[in-house]
């Protein structure tokens, strides 16, 4: 991977979340905790929507770009499939809910991500982006449906 063009450093420090891909255990939690401090960080429901459309769309050209770098399939240096996954998991979860329901909300995508429940499972054998991206976007509605589900009977039954 010497000398790379300026585009390909820039998808790489993208692919990565500025390096945390790189961490050399659970790289894939690594980008999920960023995810998190996004989403408490981020004030408003709207910016955080806007943001989350924003990097699930990115996520495509940057995986594919970053996986033909790398030149491995699914490379787990490639981590902004799992941040988009983990901002899917909180798209219109109020920020009062509490800190344990964000820790839930992380707990769950994560386990969701590695269990591919279908058609995760299948979407991940798609070659390139399709795969690398896919199986965290089923995860991550998956967990946001989980979390609005719980919040929703919580609110119920409080």
Request: charge should be positive.
């Given at each position: ?11 790489l420090?993208?692919?990565t979340l ?14 999920s ?20 459309i ?14 033909a ?31 344990l ?12 991500d ?45």
């Amino acid at each position: 991977m010497k000398n790379l063009t300026l585009s390909s450093k820039i998808c790489l420090w993208l692919a990565t979340l500025f390096g945390a891909g790189y961490v050399p255990l659970m790289p894939g939690t690594a980008g999920s905790i960023l995810a998190v401090l996004i989403y408490c960080l981020v004030k408003t429901p709207l910016s955080f929507f806007i943001i989350t459309i924003g990097v699930v769309i990115i996520s495509f050209p940057i995986s594919d770009y970053a996986e033909a770098i790398f030149g491995v399939k699914d490379c787990k240096k490639i981590v902004i499939d799992d941040f988009a996954g983990m901002l899917i998991t909180f798209l219109f979860i109020p920020k009062d809910m509490g800190f344990l329901f964000i820790l839930a909300g992380f707990f769950v995508f994560r386990m969701l991500d590695m269990i591919k429940i279908p058609p995760a499972n299948l979407v991940e054998k798609y070659n390139g982006a399709k795969g690398i991206v896919g199986d965290d976007i089923v995860a991550g509605l998956y967990s946001n449906i989980i979390l609005q589900s719980v919040r929703l009977l919580l609110k119920t039954f409080a």
